[in-house]
């Protein structure tokens, strides 16, 4: 069955300072892998996806991530965090037969 | 402009009520989504609508009762409310029919708490 695992519950950062978020997967075929963030209140945004080719994907926000296949990994980085990048976010993998499955997410906090 | 709204944003009731969530989209995709994510933000899908026709039905309570007027609207009814449905109701939408593919936009949500 498919499942998604980020490790991390929470973590805290300053601002300006590098981050990586991780994410591991578990899925029989081909994988579909997303990263969200979700602001307070606010609904689930796409910052980027991969489906196949260039392993290093770049999204929106300056945010970039690796897939790996062989540590079933795909984590998510940025250079330099902003305060405003503090959010929780979502790591999920789908397919094209299947729903998307969501990690329990990663709470960032950024301290100034 | 908003892409996918719903209404309401908070929704307090008594256990033993029926109420409904409304959601509509802007975007002219033909899939909806309903998700519910709990008080440790886990979220799990709970139904699909592609082009007004069931496509994804979880393991959810029968008293959860989806209904798609037009591929614009979702709109979620739960009979005999319970406490355990309290949570956070997001409906989102895609282009395509594919759950697991395709990018999905979220709504703002719908907090409802059952006393």
């Known amino acids: 069955a498919q499942s998604v695992t980020q490790p991390d519950i929470h973590i805290t950062v300053s601002e300006g300072a590098s981050l990586e978020l991780r994410c591991n997967y578990s899925y029989g075929a081909t994988p579909y892998l997303f990263w969200y963030v979700q602001s307070p209140g606010q609904g689930l945004q796409l910052l980027l996806k991969?489906?196949?080719?260039?392993?290093l994907v770049q999204g929106i926000k300056g945010f970039e991530a690796e897939f790996k296949r062989s540590q079933s990994s795909f984590n998510l980085r940025k250079p330099s965090v902003h305060w405003s990048d503090a959010a929780e976010y979502f790591c999920a993998v789908g397919g094209n037969t299947d729903k998307l499955i969501f990690g329990t997410g990663t709470r960032l906090q950024v301290f100034p | 402009d908003t892409a996918v709204s719903q209404t309401p944003k908070y929704l307090v009731t008594q256990m033993g009520n029926d109420k409904s969530i409304k959601c509509e989209q802007n975007?002219?995709?033909?899939?909806m989504y309903w998700y519910k994510q709990d008080s440790k933000k886990f979220l799990k899908i709970m139904f699909s609508y592609n082009n007004k026709e069931l496509i994804i039905n979880e393991t959810v309570p029968n008293r959860f009762s989806p209904k798609s007027p037009d591929k614009a609207h979702l709109n979620l009814h739960i009979n005999s409310l319970e406490l355990g449905d309290s949570a956070v109701y997001f409906c989102a939408s895609s282009q395509a029919g594919l759950a697991g593919a395709d990018t999905q936009y979220f709504g703002p949500g719908t907090r409802l708490t059952v006393l």
């Open positions: 991969y489906f196949s080719g260039d392993t």
């Open positions: 975007l002219g995709h033909d899939t």
